[in-house]
């Protein structure tokens, strides 16, 4: 019996080796898959930093552009105010001309 049961103890060793041997593998191979999703979540977060300085670019030049639209807005209705003003201005100027005009035609026929 004392033979049978050294078999046993060495088959078992045997198996247990072998799992052993299984388990380091697919430790190893774990490993390995938990550096390249680290790396992946590393390339990942780079880009999301990326991401959120391109949009603050974005929102900064948004921005720019807002104010210096307001800003033409604000000269066009200044432009529109001297444009209306320079219209009443001719038109008085005009009106003025016809009653000299007028005037004149009425000194000459007498």
Excluded: P, W
């Excluded at 049978?4 to 045997?14: E, L």
């Excluded at 072998?18 to 780079?46: I, T, V, Y």
């Excluded at 921005?63 to 038109?91: F, P, Q, W, Y």
């Amino acid at each position: 019996m004392k033979k049978g049961s050294a078999k046993k103890k060495k088959s078992s060793h045997k198996e247990l080796k072998g799992q052993h041997n299984l388990l380091k593998g697919a430790l190893r191979d774990l490993e390995k898959e938990l550096r390249d999703l680290r790396s992946q979540k590393l390339k990942l977060e780079r880009k999301m930093q990326s991401f959120s300085t391109e949009i603050g670019s974005a929102q900064n030049k948004e921005v720019t552009l807002r104010n210096e639209i307001s800003e033409l807005m604000k000269k066009e209705a200044a432009l529109e105010k001297k444009k209306n003003g320079t219209r009443d201005k001719a038109s008085v100027l005009e009106k003025k001309i016809e009653k000299v005009t007028s005037i004149e035609r009425e000194l000459r026929a007498i």
